[in-house]
């Protein structure tokens, strides 16, 4: 009889755990048998990028799904990257156990704010296949790999084990493996393509993670293939203590409670940031809450009556209690270049933007955004723009609309930036792809299911200006490509059409072909630059040539000055005209005459940059007549640069040349003018925003 | 002056004095050009010598200062080109080989057949020659003949048939060819007291059903929507040749009244032959804005595309006469245009029973 009750009750107990996943499922990412594919391997993904971000190893990552009974959905996922591997004593901790680990507490940017971890995938297959999941586990120290099958007991919520043992983990070409792990699970699941699919999460992934190599097999046998664009690992990020602005009663009163701090004014600078000492004595006498209080002794009353001091509704003198922002320095951004390379790893067209804003807070909660944009060949021209989500590298691929990220591409008018948009709302159409990143040690969520980003304000806010200013730099970019269109046509017309219209004309008449110099000039009637720049893969160099064409009736005299990525730690060779530095990134040439008819080349290249880094040379000129293809010298523009550059090195190692006449009163004026910008003054800002 | 036809070399000279013009600008250090009359309606002037529309003075430059029409002027050289090859070899080509043909010049080649067949018209405006000078056929077939008249059509073999649009045909009627110049085809004798020209295969086939070109001994020509040249220039020489008054019987809207306009006064564009195609002596016989109301057709609502088709015609100089302007305007009021075939409304007899006779009594046909 014992017998018979003990196995109800762990009947019960198994019910219990199983029914809290089949209740909550939605919420766990296992709700339909596409999404519960996607969230196995995010879960799989999420787990190796955070163990190689810790051990600092280049990630290599691959995924490969196998169909194994399409009637009844039977997929088996395997999962294998470089990381450190798990200790075998550890395996079952990691696999066996809901809710490990310390992610729901510290206060940092990490991936693992979704989901409930790799145990939920676990849990999945034994719940939909009956299977035990697979693990292979190869730390450096050791010589063998440890394996070992896992379950779950949903009584004890532990592991079970099977199977385990030790083998030489060889891979193809024969070597051994020297650390890492795999995952072969089995459940019901489905694999779908399209928008929300596995390779999308994975591209998406990649584009966030540039630092990562990622090969995805997927049922077809079809083998992708998302290159590592950089050796750079992501900064290491770092836990921060909660700010006051940011925390709620439950915290704080778990906080107290847990505390052995002799004096509130010792625990409220040791558990928090941004407060100062003057701050800590001046919020315990806004909550009239004595200074040498012990933590840990506090009544009800008196957490409520701190958190209204935190939040300035209890004042001090009339006015809340002053705090300091949090540190900013725990946030990873991936940064405008790598934003740049990964969204044209994946996506190959282009014209590539980005920009990453300067870091800033919210309700105590340091954050930062930044946002690319792909425009060009290959996508569609009529359809709404891909819009690419993501929170702390991780990608969002549910309920677009509702998630703030959207809301905020939809608050711009991309009409003025050369986009098509209905009524100047919503997710504007055209051939491109708009990418948004929340780096956040606190990420707010419309919901558990943690695929929306909830309404804030000031987020969305930040998000606006980081998309308009990105949005300038493409309508800069469509102008210039009109303009190059135009000059092209030009070039088309001189070079090909009238030579063969006197051609063919003299050959119809049968009279000798006319010397056409007269004509062309007469039809160009302009200075023309054309700038080239093309990476040289023998040289690994980008080549740039400049070629300038006085196509007027007069002798033509300028200075010729170009953008080069001076900043990104390029360096310029072989520049045969010489030339002289007029401020960082740019490059200036005084050219002898340009007689009519004359054409001038000059040619130079960069180092120090990888393919891609460098594809579009500005050119600028001083000098009379307009020349197409450049665009007027903005003096004033310049002397800010040159100025900024002086305040930023301390010394002023820019030489001041006598050419540039800017009277200090004209600088300071223009000071007023020029945008305000989140990080240096770029070249961006050449070429007349207006 | 019954042919419209120049010589080779006459069609020879005047293409190069085309090609001299951009050659000569080009020697000058000129951009080269191509000088046109301007093909639109604000260029077209009534000539009292030749009793229809002509082009005015307004001349247009196509000059080579942008891509798109120094593009245009290469291939009106390789046209130029390739009709003097044609004449040279004896042959002749449709547009729409010629814009086949086109793919092979490079950057002359044409985009879309539309622009072939207006440069032909270009070069036909410019040399004043015919394109049947350049040896250049259109797609479109000729229309149907029937009734009581005799001619002669000159076979690919070179010999000459005779042909009674009545007797020797079947109920298609005769075919007119896309030449109908005297070298293809003379006209011998007739027994009819006028032709009528028909928008609508419908009517033309209810007419001779109901055996009115019998009855009412007249010459039956079938339209078939907006005239080629070959029907118009036929109906031209029919009426000149003959002296047979021409009756119009179209359906009732805007669109008509412009298939009118290209018979009786020539159309805007190809005005720089208008006496070639145009008879001045054609009469309108309806179906007319009042028919509407007077027979009480079953009519449609105008679009707006229609309402500004009318308004376009009351400033279209051949429309400037007051019976027009009266039409135009009444039928704008009703708001109303009614098909040739609403007739039947009354039976299939009503219209050669009753309609014609009536409209035809007014004109003192019948």
Redesign the interface.
């Given at each position: 009889m014992a017998g018979t009750a003990e196995r109800m009750a762990s009947n019960q107990k198994q019910v219990a755990i199983s029914e809290f996943f089949e209740k909550n499922k939605h919420f766990l990412g296992f709700d339909s048998l596409p999404r519960s594919l996607i969230t196995a391997v995010k879960e799989a993904v999420d787990n190796s990028l955070d163990a190689c971000e810790e051990a600092r190893i280049l990630p290599e990552i691959k995924i490969q799904i196998t169909k194994l009974d399409s009637n009844k959905d039977i997929i088996e996922l395997k999962s294998e990257d470089n990381g450190p591997g798990i200790p075998k004593k550890s395996i079952e901790k990691v696999f066996g156990q809901l809710l490990f680990g310390s992610r729901f507490h510290a206060i940092r940017q990490s991936r693992g704010q979704q989901g409930i971890g790799i145990t939920g995938v676990v849990m999945y297959c034994q719940l939909t296949t009956g299977r035990k999941t697979h693990v292979r586990s190869k730390i450096a120290t050791e010589t063998s790999a440890a394996i070992v099958d896992i379950g779950l007991d949903t009584r004890k919520n532990k592991a079970t084990k099977s199977g385990e043992g030790r083998e030489l983990w060889e891979l193809p070409d024969g070597t051994l493996k020297e650390h890492g792990l795999e995952i072969t699970a089995r459940m019901k699941a489905k694999y779908q393509r399209g928008r929300q699919s596995v390779y999308q999460y994975l591209r998406m992934t990649s584009i966030v993670n540039p630092h990562a190599d990622i090969t995805f097999v997927d049922p077809d046998g079809e083998s992708h293939h998302w290159p590592r664009v950089t050796e750079r690992l992501p900064r290491k990020v770092e836990s921060i203590k909660p700010h006051p602005h940011g925390i709620h009663l439950g915290t704080l009163q778990r906080m107290c409670t847990e505390s052995t701090d002799s004096r509130m004014t010792v625990f409220l600078r040791n558990n928090f940031s941004g407060v100062s000492s003057r701050a800590a004595k001046e919020l315990l006498a806004a909550a009239e809450i004595e200074e040498k209080a012990k933590p840990k002794l506090l009544k009800a009353d008196h957490y409520r009556a701190l958190l209204e001091a935190f939040q300035g509704e209890r004042m001090l003198n009339d006015k809340p209690v002053k705090l300091l922002n949090p540190p900013t320095n725990c946030l990873s951004p991936i940064e405008e270049l790598l934003i740049k390379k990964g969204l044209s790893k994946t996506i190959d067209s282009r014209y590539v933007t980005t920009m990453t804003r300067a870091p800033t807070v919210t309700q105590g909660n340091p954050y930062q955004v930044e946002v690319g944009l792909i425009f060009g060949d290959g996508m569609a021209a009529d359809k709404p723009v891909e819009v690419l989500r993501f929170a702390n590298r991780v990608p969002l691929m549910y309920q677009q609309g509702g998630c703030l990220l959207t809301k905020a591409i939809e608050s711009v008018d991309w009409r003025q930036y050369g986009l098509d948009q209905a009524g100047g709302r919503g997710v504007p159409k055209g051939p491109a792809a708009i990418l948004v990143h929340l780096a956040s040690t606190n990420v707010q969520f419309t919901s558990e299911a943690k695929e929306a980003l909830a309404d804030n304000a000031e987020v969305i806010d930040e998000v606006r200006k980081a998309l308009l200013e990105m949005g300038r730099g493409l309508r800069k970019h469509l102008e210039k490509k009109k303009k190059m269109a135009k000059t092209q046509?030009?070039f088309?017309?001189v070079n090909?059409?009238?030579p063969?219209?006197?051609a063919?004309?003299?050959?119809?008449?049968d009279?000798p072909v006319?010397?056409?110099?007269?004509?062309i000039?007469?039809?160009m009637g302009a200075v023309i630059a054309e700038p080239t720049t093309a990476w040289n893969k023998e040289t690994k160099q980008t080549d740039v040539s400049i070629t300038l064409f006085n196509y007027t009736t007069r002798a033509r005299s300028y200075t010729l000055l170009a953008s080069w990525p001076e900043r990104d730690g390029a360096t310029m060779v072989n520049n045969e005209q010489g030339g002289r530095k007029e401020a960082t990134g740019v490059w200036a040439w005084k050219l002898d005459t340009l007689e009519p008819g004359q054409t001038i080349t000059f040619t130079y290249s960069l180092t120090g940059l990888e393919r891609g880094d460098w594809t579009d040379t500005d050119i600028f000129y001083r000098g009379s007549q307009e020349v197409i293809g450049a665009s007027k010298m903005d003096e004033k523009l310049l002397e800010e640069i040159r100025r900024q550059e002086a305040a930023t090195t301390g010394e002023d190692e820019v030489s001041q040349d006598e050419e540039v006449e800017a009277a200090p009163e004209a600088v300071s004026e223009n000071n007023a003018e020029v945008p305000a910008k989140t990080g240096q003054q770029t070249l961006m800002g050449f070429g007349g925003d207006e | 002056m019954m042919s419209a036809m120049h010589t080779s070399e006459e069609t020879k000279t005047a293409l190069?004095a085309v090609?001299?013009e951009?050659?000569d600008?080009?020697?000058?250090?000129?951009?080269?050009t191509m000088t046109l009359p301007v093909r639109t309606k604000n260029n077209i002037g009534f000539d009292d010598k030749l009793g229809v529309y002509k082009y005015g003075k307004k001349r247009s430059i196509r000059d080579?200062?942008?891509?798109g029409s120094?593009?245009q002027?290469?291939r009106a050289?390789?046209v130029?080109?390739f009709i003097?090859e044609m004449i040279d070899a004896g042959k002749s080509s449709t547009l729409r080989e010629m814009y086949y043909i086109s793919e092979a010049w490079?950057?002359?080649k044409f985009s879309s057949q539309n622009e072939s067949n207006n440069l032909a018209e270009d070069l036909e405006v410019v040399t004043k020659c015919m394109r049947e000078d350049f040896k250049l056929r259109p797609e479109e077939d000729g229309a149907r003949m029937i009734g009581n008249l005799t001619l002669r059509e000159r076979n690919r073999r070179g010999e000459w048939m005779r042909i009674n649009a009545r007797d020797d045909v079947g109920d298609s009627g005769y075919g007119v060819p896309y030449n109908v110049e005297e070298e293809k085809i003379e006209l011998l004798e007739h027994d009819i007291n006028f032709i009528m020209a028909i928008e609508t295969g419908g009517m033309f086939d209810r007419l001779i059903e109901n055996g009115f070109d019998e009855a009412y001994k007249c010459g039956l020509l079938h339209l078939k929507g907006q005239p080629a040249r070959s029907t118009r220039r036929i109906l031209k020489r029919m009426s000149e040749e003959w002296d047979l008054p021409v009756v119009v019987f179209l359906d009732g809207d805007p669109w008509s009244f412009r298939i009118f306009a290209s018979i009786a006064y020539g159309a805007i564009k190809t005005a720089h032959i208008s006496e070639y195609l145009a008879t001045p002596s054609a009469t309108y016989l309806g179906i007319t804005a009042d028919d509407i109301e007077a027979y009480d057709l079953p009519s449609d609502d105008l679009s707006s595309r229609d309402e500004d088709a009318l308004k376009a015609e009351l400033s279209d100089p051949r429309f400037a006469d007051p019976w027009w302007q009266e039409q135009i305007n009444m039928m704008l009021e009703l708001g109303k245009k009614a098909e040739q075939q609403s007739l039947a409304k009354y039976g299939l007899d009503f219209v050669t029973d009753t309609y014609l006779p009536e409209k035809l009594a007014d004109l003192g046909l019948a």
């Open positions: 046509e030009k088309e017309l090909d059409i009238i063969a219209i006197a063919k004309a003299a050959s119809i008449l009279r006319p010397n056409l110099s007269g004509s000039t007469r039809i | 190069h090609v001299e951009m050659y600008k080009i020697v000058k250090g000129e951009p080269p080579a200062t942008s891509l120094a593009k002027l290469l050289l390789h130029v080109e003097e490079g950057l002359g």
